[in-house]
Nanobody
């Protein structure tokens, strides 16, 4: 049974930093971080393949970093230069097998919620101005 357990999160001032971790079971495959607020649908913001190739949405590119330690079965999300609009519940997610999609002229890891089979419980991130 695949399990994902998130930790980290909490509150920060705008411009500050937070780090999320996600301990997972079930071997190595593509993973991602999603976020959701009560007003928005769940949105994929960053993804990583088993070798460390990463993809980001424009709203977090240059501020957030997704990484993984396969030996420790842990996914990380370093969030810097936080903004109030980053306030959300953050979820780590794992694919049963990697799903790649052609977007424009580039193959990217799928970042739609339907591309993911396993989910963490979510952790709240609150950024105040």
């Amino acid at each position: 049974q695949v399990q994902l357990v998130e930790s980290g999160g909490g509150s920060a001032q705008a411009g500050g930093s937070l780090r999320l971790s996600c301990a997972y079971t079930g071997g190595q495959t593509c993973m991602a971080w999603f976020r959701q607020t009560p007003e928005t649908e769940r949105e994929g913001v960053a993804a990583i393949d088993t070798e460390g190739k990463t993809f980001y949405v424009d709203s977090v590119k240059g501020r957030f970093t997704i990484s993984r330690d396969n030996a420790k079965n842990t996914l990380y999300f370093e969030m810097n230069t936080l903004k109030p609009e980053d306030t959300a519940t953050y979820y780590c997610a794992k694919q049963r097998t990697c799903v790649w999609r052609l977007i424009g002229d580039q193959f990217r890891i799928g970042m739609s919620p339907s591309d993911y089979d396993f989910w963490g419980q979510g952790t709240q991130v609150t950024v105040s101005s």
